[in-house]
């Protein structure tokens, strides 16, 4: 039973769709003016392990995920860039685009533009005013909070507490300080679009109301986004939604936590701030990516190079182990594993799937996947004979399967993953070998000696096997 943290109720409930076995998800994405960074890694990661789980327990998904392409920032760059904002927000969808395929997040499966919504964020806002939700002030709209009773049920804060303790900029135009703005009356120069209150443009919240009702129609089962989205975007576009339509937004309210650098909150004031493009110089997006599963996503993460070499290391066992499997040459004579092999699958599935449906703990998933990798390199030291060998290939085969399908990594070969690592040309490397091969059968053996060490040196760890000599590489990283 897959059991699903609420924000909206504070507690774990038991997963239920609307509609049985379809699943409807929709959440925020980035304001595209710049490239990405590491906390929209970490909420795309976050995301799209959860899409990936639900499509593992059979629910058919609709995911959507939107661009917003029009605010204060994007107009600022553009400005800066002297570029027209349609040009600065094409390149940094396509720029988001690349980061999201290259860590293996799949492509959502309907990416809306804020700027494609406009008449019907328009038509929010008269039903908004015909209901008495919201009104016109000097070209702007502004939403009533005071008279949406339910306002604060998300962040469990409630409104009048708020507004004692608060200290908010005076604004001449609004009936309450606590308002906010759905429609923005143009300002000289800025994009604009014709509304019944004169040229303006939407305010951030109404998009994504307006554009999760039109794909997913209401309610739906899963809204998501990043723990700072909870206040006040997604608290407002409850407050929005609901009014209008007089029904129930979302069912299930799912928040990541936030991203610390180096136990310090990520920020540019700080000077801690990664673009995912940056990391990508140093390590390969598997390793980010397997990073991002090593922490519950409820739980701040702390990103940090030592975290990212731990990650790494991870990953060198688990592909070591695959390519140990790979090579192995089973005899004759031997143990018969078929038995082990086959309770390791049932076992592995049950603790992955006991992890996941908890909340997608996928810290528990990966410790059942490292006990599969455990048992298969005692299996393996056991020695299994030809008829016990095809099972336990076939048992890891099921396992990674389900890692590769659900968690997204382990996409490569053994051999693709030792070779990504290698400091040298390969062809270079196989000189090297060759060279130590031959000073070995002219038993020199100090020589020998000299390009094993040699090797090292760069990080390629050479293994010498009955069917010849291998290699394992680790990158060699010299930071600043």
Not at 31 to 53: E, K, L
Not at 357 to 362: A, E, G, I, P, V
Not at 415 to 431: G, Q, T, V, Y
Not at 446 to 474: H, K
């Amino acid at each position: 039973m897959l059991r699903v943290f609420n924000t909206l109720s504070n507690t774990k409930e038991e997963f239920k769709p609307i509609n049985e076995n379809k699943v409807n998800m929709y959440v925020c994405g980035v304001t595209v003016y710049d490239f990405c960074h590491v906390g929209h890694a970490r909420s795309s990661g976050v995301f799209d392990i959860i899409r990936r789980y639900l499509l593992h327990k059979g629910y058919d998904v609709t995911f959507v995920k939107n661009f917003t392409d029009i605010d204060d920032k994007i107009i600022k760059r553009s400005n800066e860039a002297n570029i027209p904002w349609t040009e600065l927000t094409a390149k940094f969808m396509d720029e988001h685009n690349a980061d999201m395929d290259s860590l293996n997040i799949l492509r959502p499966t309907h990416t809306p533009k804020a700027t494609d919504y406009i008449k019907q964020m328009i038509e929010m806002c008269e039903t908004l005013i015909n209901k008495g939700f919201a009104y016109e002030s000097n070209g702007d709209i502004y939403y009533r909070v005071q008279k949406f009773e339910e306002y604060g049920k998300l962040s469990h804060r409630k409104l009048e507490d708020m507004m004692a303790g608060a200290r908010i900029e005076v604004n001449d135009n609004k009936e309450n300080p606590f308002d906010f703005v759905l429609w923005k009356a143009a300002k000289p120069g800025e994009p604009s679009w014709t509304s019944p209150w004169g040229e303006g443009r939407p305010g951030w919240h109404i998009e994504c109301s307006v554009m999760s009702e039109d794909i997913l129609g209401l309610p739906f089962d899963i809204h998501g986004g990043g723990k700072d989205l909870v206040f006040p975007h997604h608290e407002n576009e409850i407050a929005q939604s609901e009014a209008a339509c007089g029904c129930m937004f979302s069912k299930y309210w799912i928040h990541n936590g936030f991203v610390n650098v180096n136990q310090e909150k990520m920020s540019k004031s700080l000077g801690n701030f990664f673009t995912i493009r940056d990391v990508l110089k140093e390590f390969d997006a598997e390793i980010v990516r397997y990073f991002l599963l090593t922490t519950h996503y409820r739980s701040s993460l702390d990103f940090s190079q030592d975290h990212l070499l731990e990650a790494e290391k991870s990953l060198n066992r688990i592909y070591t182990m695959l390519d140990e499997l790979n090579r192995f040459n089973p005899g004759k004579k031997g143990v018969d594993v078929t038995a082990e092999a086959e309770k390791m699958v049932e076992t592995f599935m049950q603790k992955f799937e006991a992890a996941m449906d908890d909340d997608f703990n996928t810290p528990e998933a990966l410790a059942a996947m490292f006990e599969v990798i455990r048992e298969t390199n005692t299996l393996l030291a056991s020695k299994p004979n030809k008829i016990g060998f095809p099972a336990l290939l076939k048992a890891v085969e099921t396992v990674f399967c389900v890692i590769k399908s659900v968690l997204g990594v382990t996409k490569y070969s053994p051999e693709e993953w030792f070779r990504i690592n290698l400091s040298i040309p390969e062809d270079e490397l196989n000189a090297k070998i060759q060279a130590r091969t031959d000073a070995k059968k002219n038993k020199d053996f100090a020589t020998a000696d000299n390009i094993r060490n040699e090797l090292l040196e760069v990080g390629i760890e050479l293994q010498d096997t009955i069917d010849g000599t291998i290699y394992r590489a680790s990158k060699i990283r010299t930071f600043s």
